[in-house]
């Protein structure tokens, strides 16, 4: 692991080397308590379903989906914490840009919602995985 790029309610996002092809990515995992639960579990593989069905300059590629084993701090022997490794995209989050730039206006807000669902009207699936900075 390189850094810790994102964390949210379901899981944690990292900057990783892929060590066979000497390449960074996005890592992707639930958080430990989530793995347990398998609505947890069935939405991150929808993700990722999602996520291969579209094909578009605005979505990430998702590479890769795998366990990793750890052991278990709450009982004996160990739990496997789901993944998915995907492209490594630069440019700031909105938050970031909110912060640099304080609030949009509603024409600004429009427009990012629509770089945001761009890809969904040809597939009918909007994806929560931007492409920020590769207009």
């Not at 579209?54 to 590629?61: A, G, I, L």
């Amino acid at each position: 692991m390189i850094r810790l790029i994102g964390a949210g309610g379901m899981g944690e996002v990292y900057e990783t080397l892929d060590t066979e092809l000497g390449e960074k990515v996005a890592l992707k995992t639930l958080a430990v308590g989530s793995t347990l639960d398998e609505s947890a579990v069935a939405l991150l593989k929808a993700e990722v379903q999602m996520a291969r069905r579209v094909t578009h300059r605005n979505v990430c590629r998702v590479f890769d989906v795998g366990y990793h084993r750890e052991p278990s701090r709450e009982k004996a022997g160990s739990i496997d914490i789901p993944f998915f490794t995907m492209e490594l995209l630069g440019g700031e989050t909105l938050r970031q840009l909110l912060r640099r730039q304080g609030p949009c206006s509603v024409d600004e807000a429009l427009l990012l919602m629509e770089r945001q669902t761009c890809a969904a009207p040809k597939s009918s699936v909007f994806s929560p995985w931007s492409r920020r900075g590769k207009e």
